[in-house]
């Protein structure tokens, strides 16, 4: 948390004289309740008119002081909460492809949500909450010894008291925060998976399975948001009772001096709010400790390991000659999938690669791509080893295309050009190459995930966002198995027609119309 506070000193510095101003308005307010309860016992109309006109004015500046205040602070909190979402966003653009598929999509969800709202409001807002506490404790003490020292002595003794002991409850509540973060994220995952699969259920006519599965996972949630409750609420009886008492006491003590003589018995009001204010805060402080360290485990999730991460590089790299693959193996699991595989793709030329179910063809797709790195021998690119070279060298020159194809919840436009600037000429001769002519404009809403197209429809759209790339290889798995033979035909034979991109293409039904115009055709089981 330091960090981002200290990114945004300036801002801060502001927000901290807002809390000064506030504070010290909150207690002058206290102490000019003295004067308004001494023209009282005086019975003086006319003094009490007066100071509570003055108590008055300094309410109303407290009011409009304490508004510019939490506005300012909100925004500068909402400024830092979009930095730490901008860092995680940084994270997944240069993480590894591998890496970044260890945790799944609702955690990465649940990072960017709940992890979020936890760190504004445990880490931040508690943050300024202790900031606006701790001076509540100095103003108001300093305004009590104006009254008696005696009155600040008992304040000490109490605030020790109510600083040390609850500190015992720190470590628990630190380790059901960080329970309760890993089962926001369980939750959102399964959530999401459980709705993912409604056609499943759908066609299975098992729908009651969605009810029984949500019910279970939402129990899981609630059960460990009702520990982490029990928790604090144990904590803030134990705080509360202190509190109480130790107000009580500060009562009876400026009873006492009011009793003696020592000092005038307006003071008795004040001296109460301000023991209020002073145990309130104390009370409040204990807790925001708590809450501010328990976020480190939150804040630990947004420090990633650099070595996973790479910086923008200027990318000269161009595919201009081969790629030679050596010695190729992987393994899923104890299971070889590719063993030494030797193949050489030369630049400009087209190969069809075939092979049975589960042979590998997909795998040795993905190995190219960048998708696994885990295996072993050497791919080679144009004499560059893939391990060494940067992965934004790799991605500027390969297109991969699969037949699982997602699409964004926005226009056809962005769906194609994914947020890039391009011609509209250009979009209608993508759109025309891949046959798409089942919509009506290019500014046409994709509902989630395509769920208004079919199939067919769908690689299509991404086949028409592959041509859009240009890239110099294209890997396309099983790119147009979910089109008709005349459209797949039709597609396949412009990409083969394309003398500067060199194809690899995936297929279990190679197509008679275009397996002609193939410079090769690859059986997966001999290049092993």
């Given amino acids: 948390m330091k960090k981002y506070l200290l990114m945004n000193k300036w801002e801060n510095i502001i927000n901290l004289l807002g809390i000064i101003l506030v504070s010290l308005l909150s207690v002058t307010t206290a102490v000019l309740l003295t004067f308004s309860t001494n023209a009282i016992f005086k019975g003086n109309i006319n003094l009490f008119i007066k100071w509570s006109t003055i108590n008055l004015i300094a309410w109303l500046l407290l009011v409009i002081a304490s508004h510019y205040q939490t506005v300012y602070q ?6 830092m909460n979009n930095q730490i979402r901008e860092k995680l966003s940084c994270h997944i653009k240069n993480v590894a492809y591998s890496e970044y598929h260890k945790l799944t999509d609702g955690q990465y969800i649940s990072r960017y949500t709940s992890d979020i709202n936890t760190i504004e409001n445990s880490g931040f807002k508690n943050f ?5 506490s701790i001076l509540n ?7 009590l010894l104006a009254y008696h ?14 600083i040390f002991l609850p500190s015992i409850f720190s470590g628990s509540l630190q380790k059901i925060t960080i329970l309760m973060s890993q089962e926001n994220e369980n939750y ?3 959530i999401k998976d459980i709705l993912g699969g409604f056609d499943v259920f759908f066609y299975a006519g098992r729908q009651i399975k969605i009810v029984s599965l949500i019910r279970q996972q939402s129990q899981a949630y609630a059960n460990q948001k009702i520990a982490y409750v029990r928790r604090n609420s144990s904590i803030s009886g134990v705080i509360g009772f202190l509190n109480i008492a130790s107000q009580m006491s500060v009562d009876l003590t400026t009873g006492f001096l009011a009793i003696i003589g020592v000092v005038e018995f307006g003071a008795i009001s004040t001296t109460g709010n301000l023991a209020s204010t002073i145990f309130n805060s104390l009370a409040n402080l204990s807790n925001q400790i708590m809450q501010v360290k328990s976020t480190a485990a939150i804040f630990d999730k947004f420090k990633f390991e650099e070595k996973y991460t790479e910086k923008e590089v200027v990318n000269n790299m161009v595919f201009s000659s081969k790629i030679e693959i050596k010695n190729l ?22 190969y069809a690669l075939i092979g049975e179910s589960g042979s590998g063809k997909s795998t040795l797709l993905k190995i190219l791509a960048g998708q696994i790195t885990d295996y072993t021998g050497n791919i080679y690119i144009d004499g560059e080893n893939i391990k060494e070279l940067q992965k934004k060298a790799l991605t ?25 600037e391009v011609g509209t000429e250009k979009i209608k001769q993508v759109i025309k190459k891949a046959k798409i002519d089942f919509i009506e404009s290019i500014n046409d809403f994709v509902s989630e995930n395509g769920r208004n197209f079919s199939g067919g429809q769908k690689q299509r759209m991404a086949l028409a966002r592959g041509f859009l790339e240009e890239k110099k290889i294209i890997l396309m798995d099983e790119g147009t198995s979910s089109l008709d033979e005349e459209t797949a035909s039709v597609i396949e034979n412009s990409l083969l027609e394309d003398k500067s991109s060199t194809l690899l293409m995936v297929t279990h039904k190679l197509n008679d119309l275009s397996k002609v115009n193939f410079d090769s055709i690859l059986n997966i089981n001999e290049l092993q």
């Fill in 329 to 350: 193996s992987y393994s899923y699991g104890k299971k070889d999938v590719l063993k030494k595989v030797n193949m050489t793709i030369e630049h400009g030329k087209k």
């Fill in 149 to 162: 020292y005696i009155l600040l002595i008992v304040i000490i003794i109490l605030a020790l008291i109510m």
């Fill in 188 to 190: 959102t995952s399964k």
């Fill in 74 to 79: 909100e925004k500068l909190i909402q400024k």
């Fill in 128 to 132: 300024y909450s202790l900031v606006s």
């Fill in 137 to 143: 404790i100095i103003f108001s003490s300093v305004a």
């Fill in 396 to 420: 500027s020159n390969i297109q991969y295309i699969d037949q699982t194809v997602y699409l964004f919840n926005d226009s056809i436009k962005n769906n194609l050009t994914l947020w890039n």
